[in-house]
Structures are given as structure tokens and as C-alpha cells.
């Protein structure tokens, strides 16, 4: 993982946190926006215009790749470095789990 | 009665909210955007006043790949209108939303975009005031006895002036934009 992924991604938005969640399995940006919606009690909302981009980067940046496209909608899975790099954020969000229930 | 109607409105390149403001106001008032085909003429038609969120994107790598774009914007229950100069417009009405809904949802992906505004638009413009303007503003210097020379250099320290305003307008909405997200 270069300096590049470490300082985009590490830590990294709520956005690109579910995204590559998601991706663990192969789905197009809006199964991604239905499936946080309901994993989260329709408390996060994803739009188009961040997908998108987010999507783009993602790819560019080779966290995810393009699988194949399913009526105009392009489909994508993680890559061994997303899984890296996703990882490394649960390792942080536990983190700073425990501190916070420690401190309580 | 008229049922259509066009109005003159200039935005810089950084003031989409301020249009998006615009429009949604034309629409609350009932007159709803059909397109706009030179730069500031925008046309409406009358409509049922109704709230409707507009909202611009600036995105080339969507342009490029406009069907799978605009699907996804379909997908999520925004209307796409038209790309204008980079821009893409699109609309949904506050009835089919639940509380209030942006294209964007959090502000790295708003700054994203501001960044790809400034990457494409913006640049450019620079690169034609360095490596253009102020070179011809000073080649007839030198002639500045003839008229010609006098007419020469006169337009295009009028055009560096012009350029300069824009920039210094270009870093003040910048400048504010990115406070208003932080």
C-alpha cells in the first residue's frame, strides 16, 4: 500500500467506509445505496453525484474493480488492496470503540 | 396567457448553488425549467408551482460515460435535464424525498467537485492569461507611436484587467464556498 492509498483512504469517509463493505459482494452503485439504506435502519442516505464519484476514484486508485455491466449499470468488487485497506479501517473503528467504552 | 418565458441570468463558473437557488425559486413560483442553450438564457414553462431540488454536477468522466451516469442519478430518483458547459442538471421534487436530499452527500465529495471545476475550468483560463495575455499586452509596446500598436496593446490590457477581476471573483467564492462546508 503505497503513501498515496494510505493518506486518501486511511481513515476514510463514512461514503468509502460502506462502499467497500458492500463490494465484499459484486453490485452496481445503486445496490450499494439500497443495501447502507437498509443495513442502517435508512439512517444514511448515499447520493448519486458522491457515488459516482466516489466509484470512480475507487477504481482509478485500484480498491475496486470493474466486473461487468447489467443495463446501464456498471458492476464492481473489491480488490485485494480494498480488502487491505478496508481492514485497516475496521481496525480502527474498533479501536476507537474500545477507547470510547473504556473511557465511559 | 404566455406559457413560456426565457430570462437572462449570469453565473460564474463557481456559482452553481446560486443558480441551483434560482431555479428551484422559478420552480416554486411556477415556472418550470425546460433548458438553457446559450450561456445565460434560460427558458421555462409554466407549471404547478411545486418545490423542486436542482442540483448541478461537474463531472467529465460522467459525460463521458453519460448512460451509466445519468442511470445512476435515474436510479436514485433524480430527473437529468441537460449538460451545459461541463455542467449536468438535474432535478427531483421535495414530495419524493424524506427530509432534505442533495446529489452530494458529504463534503469531500462536494469538494471533489469544486476541485474538477477548477481542474478543467479554471486552469485553463490561468494558462491563457500567463502564456497569452501578458506576452501581447507587452509585444507592441515598442509600437506604442503607431495607432495600431496603441489599439493593440489597449485591447489586451483590457482583456488582462477583465481576466484578473474573474480570478480574484474565482478566489473570493472559492474561498467562501469552502468555508461554508467546513
Known sequence: MNAHIKKVYVPMTET????LLCLRDTMHGYGI????????????KLSPGTMYGSLSKMEKDGLIHFVREED????????????????LEIMRIERLYRTMKEVQ | ???????????????????QEYLRKQHNNGWRF?????PGLYHFEKCEPEDVTYQLDYNPEGIAHKA?????????????????????????????????????????????????VFKHRIIPLILIFCCVIIPQMFSQYHHL???????????????????????????????RYRKSLK
Open chain 1, 33 to 44: 445505496v439500497q443495501k447502507v439504506e437498509a443495513i442502517t435502519q435508512g439512517e444514511i
Open chain 2, 145 to 175: 507611436n503607431r495607432l495600431s500598436g496603441i489599439i493593440f496593446t489597449g485591447i489586451f490590457t483590457v482583456m488582462g484587467i477583465f481576466y484578473l477581476i474573474l480570478f480574484r471573483t474565482f478566489a473570493i467564492q472559492f474561498w
Open chain 1, 72 to 87: 446501464k449499470r456498471k458492476l464492481y468488487r473489491i480488490t485485494e488492496l480494498g480488502n487491505q485497506v478496508l481492514e
Open chain 2, 68 to 116: 451509466e451516469y445519468i442511470q445512476m442519478f435515474l436510479d436514485c430518483g433524480w430527473e437529468y435535464m441537460q449538460d451545459y458547459a461541463g455542467y449536468s442538471y438535474f432535478r427531483k421534487p421535495a414530495s419524493k424525498m424524506d427530509g432534505t436530499e442533495e446529489i452530494f452527500c458529504d463534503d469531500d465529495s462536494r469538494l471533489d467537485m469544486m476541485k474538477r
Open chain 2, 34 to 38: 425546460i433548458n438553457m442553450k446559450f
Open chain 1, 16 to 19: 468509502g467506509f460502506y462502499i
Open chain 2, 1 to 19: 396567457m404566455k406559457t413560456t418565458k426565457t430570462e437572462f441570468r449570469f453565473f460564474t463558473i463557481l456559482e452553481w448553488t446560486q443558480e
